[in-house]
């Protein structure tokens, strides 16, 4: 990939360039998920407003869970894929499925694994930290500050170090306890999973905690140095995503598409491991 315009005013936006075929696919696909959503609210008996409104949240999910998966497992592209059909069928199924902690989390795993080749920007910085802030306020889910926390400690100190994300990190953590103070929130947040819905979340987490244990190494390379990225930075944005989902499994709902993203690594590796013992026979 060239180097692209946009990397002037960020460092974790990433083009999607359709010369690309796994992006063209993308773009190919989003308009087919607004279609999907408008049809599916359209049935539902929506007035126009809220036809326009899951036509665009169908298409943000389409990106976001693609994205999110992608950055999530970087060399696994055709499982971002699964991961978006898994996404797309629970915004089906579900009337709230999370759009802003995906996009919110997507900025934290670009932060700490790098995928673009640059260090995040302080002007990136301050926008993933207010994403946090809206992730707590607007889905009341005040350790998605911690979430961010352990992102901006993981860019602070793992390879090449920005020492000032531990500043963000410092901030991220207070506005959790400033919500917890302020909203009573405590211990009680966290309760052992009580439906099939939890605990299937909680067995694909698993998966993904056991993925993160078990990557040796990793061979995609960031968009501008083309340097093959760092392992362990590969492994703290995993780590980020798998605690992002978890802090919400309270409410499963809010992070379903956190979830679908996961899944779909877990099934894209499941399926690649067949085929190779397959193909070895």
């Known amino acids: 990939m060239t180097y692209h315009r946009i990397y002037k005013y960020t460092s974790i936006g990433r083009p999607l ?24 609210a359209w049935l539902g008996g929506g007035q126009a407003m809220q036809v326009l409104q899951a036509a665009v949240s169908f298409a943000l999910i389409c990106f976001g869970s693609w994205a999110l998966a992608r950055e999530l497992f970087p060399d696994d592209n055709p499982a971002a894929f ?5 996404a797309l069928l629970a915004a089906l199924a579900f009337d709230s499925p999370g759009i802003l902690i995906v996009f919110a989390t997507l900025g934290l795993v670009r932060m700490v694994n790098r995928s673009t080749g640059k ?49 963000f990190a410092l901030i991220c953590f207070g506005g959790m306890v400033v919500y917890m103070v302020d909203h009573a929130a405590g211990q009680s947040y966290f309760q052992a999973p ?11 987490l698993l998966v993904l905690a056991l993925d993160m244990f078990l990557l040796k190494e990793v061979s995609s390379s960031g968009d501008i140095n083309h340097k093959t990225l760092d392992l362990s930075r590969v492994k703290g944005g995993m780590a980020v995503g798998l605690f992002a989902a ?33 193909a070895s026979v």
């Open 17 to 40: 360039e359709p010369e690309y075929p796994t992006n063209k696919a993308v773009l190919i696909l989003m308009p087919l998920a607004a279609l999907l959503g408008a049809v599916s």
């Open 119 to 167: 260090p995040a920007l302080k002007s990136d910085s301050v926008i993933v930290m207010l994403l946090t802030f809206w992730v707590i306020y607007a889905t009341q889910s005040p350790f998605f500050g911690a979430v961010a926390a352990l992102a901006f400690i993981f860019d602070g100190t793992q390879k090449d170090p920005l020492r000032h994300q531990l500043i």
């Open 246 to 278: 978890f802090q919400g499994l309270a409410n499963a709902e809010a992070v379903i598409i956190l979830v679908a993203s996961v899944a779909g690594i877990g099934i894209g590796m499941a399926f690649r491991k067949a085929f190779r013992a397959s």
């Open 194 to 204: 009580d439906s099939l819905l939890e605990w299937l979340s909680m067995a694909v």
């Open 82 to 86: 699964i991961s978006m059909v898994l």
